[in-house]
Every structure is written in structure tokens, then in C-alpha cells.
Nanobody, 125 residues
Framework: QVQLQESGGGLVQAGGSLRLSCVVS????????VGWFRRAPGKEREFVAA????????YYSDSVKGRFTISRDNGKNTGSLQMNNLKPEDTAVYYC??????????????????WGQGTQVTVSS
């Protein structure tokens, strides 16, 4: 059974940085695309970034483009999300996901197969 464990969340001031990690167990990360989503209080889960298995293409939401970078280390079975220049509106629980979503579903939670439990990111102003 594939399991995902996120880490790296915390409290940071606006303008600061955090690096989230997602360790995959019970499966091989190299067989999957990797995605990150987030859920802010009172809001729906929203797409943040994805790194496709095929071709290594990356996708970002407009709100994080230029500030966040998604990456993977297949040797360590770990996906990462580097978050720079954080803003208070980035405050949310961040979830990693793996799967093989079709391109049209890559920004939707339903397109992903396995999920982590989430890690809290809080950005103070």
C-alpha cells in the first residue's frame, strides 16, 4: 500500500521560505507524477504544483508561479516543494499526492490516486 508522509511545514514570517518534503513508502515514486495541493481555512482544496511523470513537465497555479518550485528525487523516493517569498495568503494545510493523472485532470484532486495527511504552513504578516 502506497503511503505518503509530508514534513517541513511550520510558522514563518512573510517573505520567508520553507521546503516541504513528501516521502513515499510502499511504492516507487518514479512510477508516478507528483503533485501538491493546499486547503486554507474555509476553502476548498486547491492545486498548487505538479511534476509530470512523462517528460518532467511542471505546472503551477498562478498564485505561486515564480515563488514555488516542485522537484523530485526518485532515488530517495521523495518529492519536494520549495516555497520562497511566502505570503500570508499561502497559509494552509499542504498535501502531496502521487498518481498518473491525465493532463486535463492534473489540477483537480480527483485526478490523483494517493494522498498524504498534510502539513500546516502558517505565514504571519
Amino acid at each position: 500500500q502506497v503511503q505518503l508522509q509530508e514534513s517541513g511545514g511550520g510558522l514563518v514570517q512573510a517573505g520567508g521560505s520553507l521546503r516541504l518534503s513528501c516521502v513515499v513508502s510502499g511504492g516507487t515514486l518514479s512510477a508516478y507524477s507528483v503533485g501538491w495541493f493546499r486547503r486554507a481555512p474555509g476553502k476548498e482544496r486547491e492545486f498548487v504544483a505538479a511534476l509530470r511523470l512523462s517528460g518532467g513537465y511542471t505546472y503551477y497555479s498562478d498564485s505561486v508561479k515564480g515563488r514555488f518550485t516542485i522537484s523530485r528525487d526518485n532515488g530517495k523516493n521523495t518529492g519536494s516543494l520549495q516555497m520562497n517569498n511566502l505570503k500570508p495568503e499561502d497559509t494552509a494545510v499542504y498535501y502531496c499526492a502521487v498518481g498518473v493523472p491525465i493532463l486535463s485532470a492534473i489540477r483537480t484532486p480527483g485526478g490523483w490516486r494517493h494522498w498524504g495527511q498534510g502539513t500546516q504552513v502558517t505565514v504571519s504578516s
